[in-house]
Each structure stands twice: as C-alpha cells, then as structure tokens.
C-alpha cells in the first residue's frame, strides 16, 4: 500500500512533512513504509521486539533490573508476562527517575493531559513519538486520508506562556506548511463556533480530528441555527473520549460524515484505530495488549482494566502499564501471537466511569449514558457515585424534561431500585483543563476493578466537574 496522496499539492505537502520529520530526528516515515495496510503474521517480529525491550530494561536500568529478577529475556515468552508485576500511574509519581534510563539520545519529558486532569509527568524519546505518528498515518489511510492532505485537529492549545507562545508560532508555520493546523475554540460562545465553522469552510479538511464533547457541541450548535453542510470533511476522526453510538448517529446526521475513531493515551501510546468496517484493530507491532482483573487475565466477557507493554519506550520502558481504561475482555486472547491482526476490546472508559449496582456489582456505563442521551436530548449531565447506596446527578436542566423522573428511571433499572438518585442543577459546567467532559465519576467503581491504589484518590473523591451555580434537590 503506497501512503501517497492524490493530489499534487498534497504529495508536495508530504514531501515537506517527511523532512520535518527527519529534521526533528524522527523515523516516522521509515516507520510507516514498513507498516503493512493490516498486520499479517508478525508474532516472531513482536516476540523479538519484546525480548529487546525486557533485556534493555533489566541491563540499563536498575529499577527494571529488580523488578524483572524472574525474567530471563532470551527465553521470554508471552506466557511469562504473568510473572512481571503490573505497573501503575502511582508507581511512576513515586519512582520516575530511578526509572530513566540515562543515556545517548534526545531526552524528552511530557505531561499526559487525560480527561481526569490527574496528569502524569513521564520520559519518552524521538522513536516513541515516531511509532505514535507512524500508527496513526496508517490507521488514517486505511480510511482513505494520507500525509499532506487537509487535517484540522479541533483540541487545547499549547498554553500562553512566552514559550508556549514561541512553540505555538512555529507549531502555526509548520501547521500551514503541511496543512495540519491545531484550532482551540474555547472558551466556548457563539462567535467562537461561527469562527470555528468559517476555519472549516475556508480550509475545507479531509479530515477532522476532535474530541466526540466538543463535536457535540459544534453540531448542536449548527442544529439550533439550521447550519447545513453536505459534508464537513471526507471523515472525522474521534479521540481521547469514549465515543457513543448516540454521540456517532447525531454528529453523522448533522455533520454528513461518517465518523470514526481512534483508541490511545499520551502515556501508553495509540493503541487501535477503527477501519471503514467499523471494526477497532490493534497496532500489533508497537505493544502488547492484556485485560486484566485483580492482575489476572480477565475471563470473556469479563470487565478489567485495560494493561499496555509498548515494545518501544527505551528512556522509560511502559511494561505492563495499567492505563486506567476498562474494556471487556473478548472471547480470544487479543495478545496471542497468532491471532493478528488483533481487534481491539470496546474501550468502556476509565476505572472511574463505572458504576456500581445496589448488590455491589460493577456495571459498565455505556448503555446507561447512551439511555440518558437519547431520553434527555442533551449531553450536558455528569454522574458521581460515591458509594454503592446512591449516585449524584448533575445536569444543566433542559426545557420540558423532568430529569429527576428520568434519572430515576433510568439509573434504578441498571443498578437496583434501592439506589437513591439526587439531582444537583446549574447553569453551567466548569471545564476540565483537558477540555474533555466526565459522564461518571465512581470512586466506589475505580476502587473495585483499578490496579492503582494510590495514585489520583484526592481526585477521585472529588466532583469530575463542578457546576455553576447549583441547587440540591432529591429525586
């Protein structure tokens, strides 16, 4: 498969795309001409990929060298990452520079920006980020969109400090040269969206790249002027939320294209992109991907956490990285070697967006959101559940909708009629410094199905977000 574009101007564009790359001393495109379309049988590739990275950690790295004491990488196989404790966000806060490894190369220092707003600071390099962007081109020109054609990515800036500034400027260059420019919205007003939708008209993308809470907003406020189009862009591609089937259906009607999305984390790296057949594929080459419940393999069916080795994190290895996120476990093992290309589980959301039934049961969210959307019209509400015994609504009220009614329908026919349901109101929901927006908050669900016992608690005790002003009442 040849990661070309159509067009003259686009293959142009491409042209320059690789030598930033290179100046930057990335092997992005090097990468990506060794990708097959789909991964065929690569399980002696991955398997080799695995031993380099475990020999790596245990030689170069003292933390590693005790941590993988049992393991012998010359005889590693995938039978023994059983044996290898899993890692967690609590873990690298405490111990990130003994987990560094110190040597030749540019050393990079990043911060994850995740919808929970706990934030974790981590090492990476020049060939992580290659492999991040290499998967990423792929799993777009699977979908009919190659480097040098138009993407507008709709997320945060970089902040407005004078460095951020001077990054942004040439972010902004770089951005009109290949024509991949950045827009950030917010705050959110009506001038802003109708400045948003003149970017899109003018610039006319292939591709959109956003957040599915921000897409919302834009199509709702495109519905509520009669705003048309036949067509945004060729696709829109969705991340770093859970993107839900009621969330696909209305932003394809409105927006006349069809939307997809991609799977990942800054700290864990990109983890499966969704192909024209709806299916959501692994990037098999770069890691390793387990479900994992109380460190087990999770049975079928069976929610867990979702656990990351990326074979190519040399300046901080990520072995066995439980990512926070909660998928159900498929009827295969999606890590076996021979079954790639390997499709990915439904991301669920994080530890924190379950809930709990009365009996104590973890229930996945999904169908309860999608329910509240569709009976509610409206995106604007947040669950938080502190305990077992009740679960807090907040919302901004909508006009001829009883939300405590449906509230308490809705949330007592999955977790059990004894759940006492209260409704907070306001106006407004402050935003997350993400940008992104919480459906659930559970404590009381994240302290069940979580490997992480320490890190992001403070957080996850707190409201996911806080409404303005607001009022109690119980439903």
Not at 364 to 372: C, D, G, Q, S, Y
Not at 401 to 407: E, N, R, T
């Given at each position: 498969m040849e990661y070309f574009p159509g067009s003259t101007a686009a293959r142009i564009r491409c042209h320059l795309l690789r030598l930033h790359e290179r100046l930057l001393g990335r092997d992005t495109f090097h990468l990506l001409d060794r990708l097959a379309p789909i991964a065929g049988d690569i399980s002696e590739t991955r398997l080799a990929a695995a031993k380099d990275l475990l020999r790596h950690a245990r030689s170069g790295i003292p933390y590693w060298h005790s941590r993988l004491k049992h393991i012998?990488?010359?005889?590693?196989?995938?039978?023994?990452?059983?044996?290898?404790?899993?890692?967690?966000?609590?873990?690298?806060?405490?111990?990130?520079?003994?987990?560094?490894?110190?040597?030749?190369?540019?050393?990079?220092?990043?911060?994850?920006?995740?919808?929970?707003?706990?934030?974790?600071?981590?090492?990476?390099?020049?060939?992580?980020?290659s492999w991040d962007r290499a998967t990423r081109m792929r799993g777009l020109a699977r979908l009919g969109i190659y480097p040098g054609d138009r993407v507008l990515h709709v997320w945060p800036r970089e902040p407005s400090s004078v460095a951020g500034r001077f990054r942004r400027g040439l972010r902004k260059l770089r951005d009109t040269v290949v024509a991949d420019p950045v827009v950030d919205p917010r705050p959110w007003t009506d001038a802003s969206l109708e400045r948003l939708l003149k970017v899109i008209d003018r610039f006319r993308p292939q591709a959109i790249i956003a957040y599915p809470s921000w897409l919302m907003r834009i199509a709702r406020f495109m519905e509520a002027r009669s705003r048309r189009t036949n067509g945004m862009a060729d696709i829109i591609l969705t991340c770093g939320e859970v993107l839900f089937d009621h969330q696909r259906t209305y932003l394809e009607e409105i927006m006349q294209t069809p939307v997809f999305q991609e799977y990942g984390s800054q700290d864990a790296g990109l983890i499966a992109h969704e192909d024209s057949d709806r299916v959501l594929r692994l990037n098999p080459e770069a890691m390793a991907v387990e479900v994992l419940r109380g460190g087990r393999r999770a049975e079928p069916g069976e929610l867990g956490e979702v656990v990351v080795t990326h074979f190519y994190t040399p300046r901080m290895p990520f072995i066995r990285y439980a990512t926070g996120d909660v998928a159900r476990a498929l009827h295969v093992d999606v890590t076996s070697p021979f079954l790639q290309p390997a499709v990915c589980p439904l991301p669920e959301g994080r530890t924190s967006d379950l809930l709990l039934s009365e009996n104590g049961d973890l229930i996945?969210?999904?169908?309860?959101?999608?329910?509240?959307m569709e009976s509610t019209g409206t995106e604007l509400f947040s669950l938080y559940q502190?305990?077992?015994?009740?679960?807090?609504?907040?919302?901004?009220?909508?006009?001829?909708?009883?939300?405590?009614?449906?509230?308490?329908?809705?949330?007592?026919?999955?977790?059990?009629n004894s759940v006492t349901v209260i409704v907070q109101q306001g106006e407004s929901f402050q935003d997350l410094r993400s940008g992104k927006h919480r459906f659930v908050c559970s404590p009381a669900a994240a302290s069940k199905i979580s490997h992480d016992s320490t890190s992001g608690q403070e957080l996850q005790r707190s409201w996911p977000q806080q409404l303005e002003p607001a009022g109690w009442y119980r439903g």
């Open positions: 012998d990488p010359d005889v590693f196989t995938w039978a023994d990452l059983d044996l290898i404790p899993v890692l967690t966000r609590g873990e690298i806060v405490r111990h990130r520079e003994q987990m560094r490894w110190v040597g030749p190369g540019k050393e990079l220092v990043h911060k994850s920006g995740g919808t929970t707003d706990d934030n974790l600071t981590f090492f990476w390099d020049r060939q992580r980020q996945a969210t999904r169908p309860i959101i999608e329910t509240l502190p305990n077992a015994e009740s679960v807090h609504v907040l919302c901004v009220p909508q006009a001829g909708v009883v939300l405590q009614d449906i509230a308490n329908e809705v949330l007592q026919s999955y977790l059990g």
